[in-house]
């Protein structure tokens, strides 16, 4: 039996485009007092986030990430 992965949101920053975030998938942006400075950018599974990112986001309900540049 295979486990059912979990779903996350993710955001973009646009005055910092090399910043993510990852909050659990339908939770939205309600903790954030810059939550306009936010645009969604789609859904990843589980699988795709690194250890540390699903660390994150199980103690806090959300996960920033440097992206690459």
Known sequence: MQQQQAE???YINLAKPTLGLYVRKGAGLPDLA????WQFSGHVWQSELSPDILKGLDANGHAFQELGG
């Open 8 to 10: 996350f949101d993710f």
């Open 34 to 37: 810059d939550a306009k400075q």
